[in-house]
């Protein structure tokens, strides 16, 4: 199973990760978009990259803006996984 990241390493991912926060407990990233169609088709884009990769992350939709939630719910907290589909929802979301 993959291991649960350090708060250092959390703190140390999030400087290549500028619009997510959080700590070892989870990270997140909110993103308005400029339709609630062109947010649920962020969603819809994440849902297939989280297929791909089998990982996926919480989403919560209000109208046209979107958090994600990247833990790994297996290990009780943020791991490398989690790192990577937080990079592919940064290309999603830069693509929007
Ligand atoms: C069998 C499969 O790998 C697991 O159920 C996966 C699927 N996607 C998952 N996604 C996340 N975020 N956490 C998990 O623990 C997890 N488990």
């Known amino acids: 199973m993959a291991e649960v990241l350090t708060a250092e390493a959390v703190r140390d ?4 990760l500028a ?21 649920i088709g ?12 089998d990982h996926h992350p919480d989403m919560d939709i209000r109208w046209r803006t979107v958090t994600f939630r990247c833990v790994t719910h297996s ?12 990079r592919r929802i940064d290309e999603i979301v830069r693509d929007a």
């Open 13 to 16: 991912e999030l400087g290549g």
């Open 75 to 86: 290990a009780g907290g943020v791991t490398r996984r989690d790192i990577e589909l937080a």
């Open 19 to 39: 619009d997510w926060s959080g700590d070892p407990a989870g990270i997140t990233r909110t993103v308005e978009l400029a339709s609630f169609p062109d947010a």
């Open 42 to 53: 962020v969603v819809d884009r994440v849902a297939a990259t989280a297929e791909e990769l």
